[in-house]
């Protein structure tokens, strides 16, 4: 799970539990969607986010888990964007697509790859 504070350390299972208490009806916080409950066919199930309070789900369908669509929420517009592709894919297009993927891309504001061992 990508974190943005100091520790660099995300639980995405403390994440899911939050965001399933806060899921109670279609009018919910994550409407017109439910978060995916363990046990049950469909819904959301959260794997990242972004320094803007964005969220990333997978859409949980009947289809293989590598075939499941990349659902974002912008927080402050609260727009939902579907994605057909795998998370790593989406992923790979935030850090390299200026274009495509604003406001998601990273690509204008990093124009030499580095990395920070955490």
């Known amino acids: 799970m990508l974190c943005a504070d100091e520790t660099r350390v995300g639980d995405l299972l403390i994440t899911w539990r939050g965001l399933l208490e806060s899921d109670d009806?279609?009018?919910?916080?994550?409407a017109p969607y439910r978060i995916h409950q363990p046990g049950t066919a469909g819904g959301l199930m959260p794997w990242g986010g972004s320094r803007s309070g964005d969220w990333y789900?997978?859409?949980v369908t009947d289809d293989a888990v590598d075939a499941w669509p990349v659902l974002t929420m912008q927080v402050d517009t609260q727009e939902w964007n579907r994605y057909k592709m795998t998370a790593t894919e989406f992923l790979y297009r935030i850090l390299t697509d200026p274009g495509f993927f604003w406001p998601y891309s990273v690509a204008q504001a990093v124009t030499k790859p580095f990395f920070e061992p955490a």
């Open 25 to 30: 009806d279609l009018d919910g916080p994550w």
């Open 57 to 59: 789900f997978w859409q």
